[in-house]
């Protein structure tokens, strides 16, 4: 069974340039997940999506933004690029909208994103 | 905020050793609690995770124990192997705050051949 996918691996981007990241969950995954992972701190949480709407969001501003299409893949789009925004992006996805308890989160191999 | 922090940044075991990583959290009200092991060039894989009902939960040469009281957090590795050295996280997630996680900042594990 193939894990969550993510593309591109890398992209290189210049300030106040756009980027969209994009990922695909674990088959039968209705949630996902973004987190950035910048060098040398630990993951934060971006966004999460659940059959297509946004159910909670991180401490980002608004240019960071995102949505979860049909086929319960993902975007991530990040605006008016900042040095600041290189890092890794991660994509999770669990089986679906926890209710009583929370869902396993299993990870992407990420998108290294160099705004220069 | 409240955030989850690691007393060791790195920790060096011998191969066959067992090794310890340990973990505290501050949010008290967190009901689950995962480890996630993180190689280099790549994304976060989970080891093992553990709910707030149980102290101690085992997998194939891992086990993870909680200690409420105290708000501590532990994953034990048997017989460390090569293949273990990595950097790994602890996490927790509390039901309220709508299944995020909040991570540790890693501990880095080196195994000595």
């Known amino acids: 069974e193939a894990g969550v996918t993510q593309s591109p691996t890398h992209l290189i981007k210049t300030r106040g340039q756009q980027a969209t990241l994009r990922c695909s969950p674990i088959?039968?995954?209705?949630?996902v997940y973004w987190y950035q992972q910048a060098l040398g701190l630990g993951l934060q949480f971006l966004l999460w999506y659940d059959e297509g709407e946004e159910r909670n969001r991180g401490n980002f501003p608004p240019r960071f933004s995102g949505r979860q299409f049909p086929n319960y893949s993902s975007e991530l789009n990040v605006n008016a690029l900042e040095l600041e925004d290189s890092a890794l992006y991660l994509c999770?996805?669990?089986?679906?909208?926890?209710?009583?308890?929370?869902?396993?989160?299993?990870f992407g191999p990420g998108t290294r994103l160099l705004v220069l | 905020g409240e955030s989850v922090g690691l007393h060791l940044p790195t920790l060096s075991v011998q191969e066959g050793d067992n090794s310890i990583i340990n973990c505290a959290y501050s949010n008290s009200a967190s009901d689950y609690f995962i480890w996630y092991k993180q190689e280099s060039g790549k994304g976060p894989q989970f080891i093992i995770d553990?709910?707030?009902?149980?102290d101690k939960r085992q997998g194939q040469r891992v086990t993870v124990l909680l200690n409420k009281t105290v708000k501590h957090l532990s994953l034990q590795i048997a017989a460390t192997q090569p293949g273990d050295s990595a950097v790994y996280f602890c996490a927790e997630g509390d039901l309220e705050y709508g299944n995020k996680l909040v991570f540790g900042a890693g501990t880095i594990l080196r195994v000595k051949s």
């Open positions: 553990i709910r707030s009902n149980m």
């Open positions: 088959s039968g995954h209705t949630s």
């Open positions: 999770a996805s669990s089986a679906g909208l926890a209710v009583t308890a929370q869902e396993t989160q299993y």
